[in-house]
Each structure stands twice: as C-alpha cells, then as structure tokens.
C-alpha cells in the first residue's frame, strides 16, 4: 500500500461544478498536510495547508480527518484556469515528505 | 533570490555521458530536497538535505547518483554514465524552518534532462 494515496481520475466537470478529492494516508504518525498545484510541465507549488479545525481560502476548503486517515479539497465555482493536477502531501515528521501521485482535474467550458 | 533557481533548464546528453544539476535554494532555507518526476508520474523522492549534510540518501535511484551540498546553499546533482531510464524532469525544493510544524516546500522549475 502506498504511503499517501489519490484517485487519479481525471476529473471532468463544467465550469462552475463544484469537485471534491479526496487523499488517504497510511502513517498514523504524521504531522502535517498539504495540498499543492502542479500545471503541465510545471513545477508544484503550494495551494493550502490543511489543519485539523478545516480551513477555507476563497472557492478552497481543505479538511483533515485524522481518524480516518484522510485529507480532502473541495473546489466551489469551478473555473477554467483550475484544471491542473492537484498533490496530496503528507509531512511524517521532520523532513519526511511524501507526495501523492496527483488528480487531475479539467474544467470545461 | 526570490525562489529557486535551477539551471540548466534543459538537458539533453547521450547515453553513457555524466550530467550534473543545479540548484540555488531560497535565501537562509535550510533544507533542501531533490526529486525525479517523469513524464505522467508523481515525484519520486532523491535526497534530502539539511545544512550541508544529507541524512536520507536512501531515495537515490543508483550509485551512480549523487549530491552535494556546500555552505548550506548551492546543491548539486550528479548522475554519472546516464542511462535513458535517467530522462526525467528534476526538481529541486527548498524549505525553511517554519513553526507549528508547517513547512512549506518551495519548488524550482526543475531541470528536463532526455538521455539519447
């Protein structure tokens, strides 16, 4: 079993859609959660953080649910310029990062 | 610098040849990471350092992988006798010490190298 896992997909949906992914984890361990953005042929770079009371920026909430060893990201009023693919990454403590292999999300007019 | 830096952008070697890769971390970020993402994929984790010295070594594909770090900032990536497996986009990431255990990893743009 992978350490951080996602739903591939892709994810196709309309402008204005709102798109849920999920991530689960396997290290009970682990200390803090991330989502980043990684365009075609780009590098990643950070969307949010994710903390255990949920958090919200703007269209994006991220919510962690350590009992069940998951992390979401929900996306309200899908735009065009959200399709990308989305990292789940998981921090098990100092410097161990592990990135999940992706979603991918396109948005169509 | 405003972000990491990595140079060259683009690589392309013949089979057999050494390559190596920059990478210029943020200002004052301390630790430094190296990952491998081909095409389609996730990254794969190399190395990691902290300062000058590199706990982790244990992602490295092969031996004939290797880095270095000097003076806590400049990292360089050596892949000696490429092989085509070795085609990939590598990426370098720096981060600083953040508190409450948040630490952001900060992406260069990465180095596409094709090995003929």
């Known amino acids: 079993r992978k350490e951080v896992e996602q739903d591939p997909g892709p994810f196709n949906v309309p402008e204005g859609a709102t798109v849920a992914f999920n991530c689960t984890y396997s290290?009970?361990?682990?200390?803090?959660f991330f989502w980043y953005r990684q365009d075609c042929r780009k590098e990643p770079k950070l969307l949010m953080s994710?903390?255990?009371s949920g958090n919200e920026d703007g269209r994006f909430t991220a919510q962690l649910n350590r009992a069940s060893q998951y992390i979401s990201l929900l996306i309200r009023d899908s735009k065009l310029s959200d399709s990308a693919t989305y990292l789940c990454?998981?921090?098990?403590?100092?410097?161990?990062?592990?990135f999940g292999a992706g979603t991918r999300l396109f948005v169509k007019a | 610098g405003a972000g990491v830096s990595q140079s060259p952008s683009n690589k392309v070697t013949e089979k057999g040849k050494d390559v190596e890769l920059r990478c210029d971390p943020i200002?004052?970020?301390?630790?430094l990471y190296w990952y491998r993402q081909s095409l389609g994929q996730g990254l794969e984790f190399l190395i990691y350092?902290?300062?000058?010295?590199?706990?982790?070594k244990s992602g490295l594909p092969s031996d004939r992988f290797s880095a270095e770090r000097t003076g806590g900032s400049v990292s360089t990536l050596t892949i000696q006798r490429t092989q085509q497996e070795d085609s990939a986009v590598y990426l370098c990431?720096?981060?600083?010490?953040?508190?409450?255990?948040?630490?952001?990893?900060?992406f260069g743009p990465g180095t596409r190298l094709l090995v003929l």
């Open positions: 990431a720096s981060r600083g010490t953040g508190t409450s255990g948040f630490q952001t990893q900060y």
């Open positions: 290290n009970s361990a682990s200390q803090s």
């Open positions: 994710v903390y255990s």
């Open positions: 990454v998981v921090n098990t403590g100092g410097f161990k990062t592990i």
């Open positions: 200002s004052g970020h301390t630790a």
């Open positions: 350092f902290q300062g000058n010295s590199a706990p982790d």
